[in-house]
């Protein structure tokens, strides 16, 4: 459906033809050509007459090119239908451990070994660009946490972030409290209807002040479920003493239960992909939304119309006809009169 921007601008149409009444011819001094008698004669007898279609072209001309000019400007719209976007009412910020561990090169793709940080980027990238509906953000932590991407609806934008995460740009620690500490405080003053933290790790909490447990309990209180991964071979309690690269699996399952959420056990690449299965059936995103209004402007097509007219106006005589605006104005302001005999002009002076 076509609509207008402004529609208040129509009333500028009458505008030459109330100026062309109510302003007065300027006064000045009579610019006539006196000739003699049989000269005027013989010119008003052999001047050919007008083509009718000229002259109605002429007396056209300027005002449809102030029609099409005060349309143009009146902004033109047409709106286009589109799609109803899915509109879920949730907000959640991926927290994603960026520490030195991510960079082993213990997880399977096609039988070529990969590092942990390249399997996530391959399966959270997808998990990411189908949250449509969601208001999705991502903080990074390693030694300290920091908010890569604010909560956006642009789910393609936030996947693009995860995919081009490196190791090293927070720190090589794992500071999990404070990354988890950071993800609630941007949801703190979210008004959705669910909140959530899907938050990833594959070490032990080793740095910052927080301890995790007690961030997911202050989580519980604010009512932001937390979804947990624990991400490596081994854990704690199947590592041998001392053993690096290990993940405590059992501290970030008692921070998924604090607050009502799941903790995920990924060992390995199908681990990882069915991990993200379980996320989307857990966090469904098929709520239909509202449409949205999508104009697409028309002002150019009148506005090149008055154009054309108005190139075309010298071409045709438009300009100084006298029963067309603006020509008529133009002679009423300047006072112009025809070519007269001796006799007229003893009569009118």
């Known amino acids: 459906m076509v609509s207008l921007a402004t529609p208040l601008l129509l009333l500028l149409?009458?505008?030459?033809?109330?100026?062309?009444?109510?302003?007065?011819?300027?006064?000045?001094?009579?610019p006539a050509l006196v000739a003699p008698e049989a000269t005027v004669s013989w010119f008003a007898a052999h001047r050919p007459p007008a083509p009718r279609r000229r002259a109605r072209l002429r007396a056209a001309l300027p005002w449809v090119a102030w029609l099409c000019l005060v349309t143009a400007l009146s902004g033109p719209r047409l709106v286009v239908p589109t799609a109803a976007l899915p509109v879920t009412g949730r907000d959640l910020v991926l927290a994603l451990d960026l520490s030195g561990s991510m960079v082993r090169e213990d997880f399977f793709l096609e039988g070529q070994e990969i590092s942990r940080l390249d399997a996530v980027k391959r399966v959270a990238g997808d998990f990411v660009r189908g949250r449509g509906g969601d208001r999705v953000g991502l903080v990074i932590f390693g030694s300290d946490a920091y908010v890569a991407a604010p909560l956006s609806y642009d789910v393609e934008s936030i996947a693009d972030q995860v995919e081009e995460a490196v190791i090293g740009i927070s720190g090589r620690a794992t500071n999990i409290g404070d990354g988890l500490g950071l993800a609630m405080k941007r949801?703190?003053?979210?008004?959705?209807?669910s909140k959530v933290v899907v938050l990833l790790s594959d070490?032990?909490?080793?740095?910052?002040?927080?301890?995790?447990?007690d961030v997911a309990q202050l989580a519980a209180g604010m009512g932001i479920r937390i979804h947990t991964i624990a991400l490596g071979p081994k854990d704690l309690t199947t590592a041998e003493e001392g053993e690096r690269g290990v993940v405590d699996a059992g501290t970030l399952r008692a921070m998924a239960e604090m607050s009502g959420g799941e903790s995920f056990r990924v060992r390995n690449l199908e681990d990882l992909e069915a991990m993200a299965a379980a996320l989307d059936r857990l966090e469904a995103t098929d709520r239909a939304g509202v449409p949205a209004e999508i104009y697409r402007a028309l002002w150019i097509w009148p506005a090149l119309v008055a154009l054309a007219c108005l190139v075309a106006m010298p071409l045709a005589g438009a300009l100084p006809s006298v029963g067309a605006w603006p020509g008529r104005l133009l002679q009423r302001r300047s006072g112009g009169a025809p070519v007269r005999s001796p006799a007229t002009a003893e009569r009118t002076g």
Request: hydrophobic share 40%; no cysteine; net charge positive.
């Open 13 to 30: 149409l009458p505008l030459p033809l109330i100026l062309t009444r109510l302003l007065p011819p300027r006064r000045g001094e009579d």
């Open 203 to 213: 070490g032990v909490n080793n740095a910052g002040a927080a301890r995790p447990r």
């Open 187 to 193: 949801l703190e003053a979210s008004e959705a209807a």
